[in-house]
């Protein structure tokens, strides 16, 4: 088994989102360029995205909030699709708030503003896939929002340093959508939302790592 | 304003669901009638069911896991679909775990069992809405599942006695479904599967409930 690395990083610009392609056994690894930015990230099965990322089965099937290293993410059909490989960051994420969306910045009195529930669509009508039927909870990294002994859910700012980085490892072939939160009206974002990146590693066998060097 | 009682209530027998249509002001009161019973709880809007009740969303709203007293449950769209108007069991409820599905006893090794994901398909397939695009994070009534303080969620029995109830108020006109919870291979049950049972007040104008009296 080898990997191969893609040759060139995907920049999120601040505010957007960008999609991937995963096979099973590829690697994601996701940087916080600057630091203290958020990023809410969906997978979807590749060949039915009826399958997703489900937080509310991700939950039950580790018995946590959010997986330990090494957990599972798994689907609404309770299925691996992707796992924590490995987190340089604080290690502090979210699965419990809903992505950003224009309802949500109507409400904030900013009603044309960028959300991750618009970039997702965006992202996915891009894949061809026009119409998403309702947005999953987002696996949301780099977001602080501690779980008080009385439930509170306070609102902090991301505590993620310049270059933290988050992996994931694809464990069935999938559709991965990476938001930069475009939230400035809650201290989510620290100083204001920034740029993330993805470099994606290719699980390959020999032969094939070895053809892609010719 | 007058509330009008359903002459009868509806009996949900143990590991199925019913449904009730409700009214933006109607109440719903869910009792647990042997005690020691879960039961998931999903609403969708009553004109479009594309529209239902959201857990990320609610907890966004109320920056809680779970709503305060007199708290909002919100859809999707941010809406306020019912209200926590009053409680006189332990108050201890989750809306953190997926509704149990033909998956997760498939998991258990028990692939031909009654699930909430089944129960909820049935009673909406008899209002007409077939194939539902997937299902929400119900709001498991009775159920106890707290968090630890390092995020572990462990599950216990439910806390209910016998006789003790929830009550919701609509704020939109909705569709409320309720399952008697299946689960008998974890302890969320207690010593088993029991029924619960909703007694609907309708809100009505004095003109209408005096018809109503004739």
Redesign the interface.
Known sequence: MTLLRDPEPVTIPAREARSVSLRAGDRLVITDVCGGQVGDVFAYNAYDI?EHH????T??HN????PALLGRFVT???RPILTYLADSSPGIHDM????C?P??YA?LGDPVHASCADNLRRAMAERGHEAL???P?PINIFMRVP?S?I?????LDAPTAPGDTITFRAEMDCIVVVSACPQDHTVINGAGPTPLAMTTYRHTTEETAADAHH
């Open positions: 009826s489900s937080a509310a089965h939950r039950t018995g946590r909030l959010f609404n059909r309770r419990l708030i809903a992505a969306d309802e949500r409400a039927p309702f947005i909870q779980v002994d439930g509170d859910l306070p609102w």
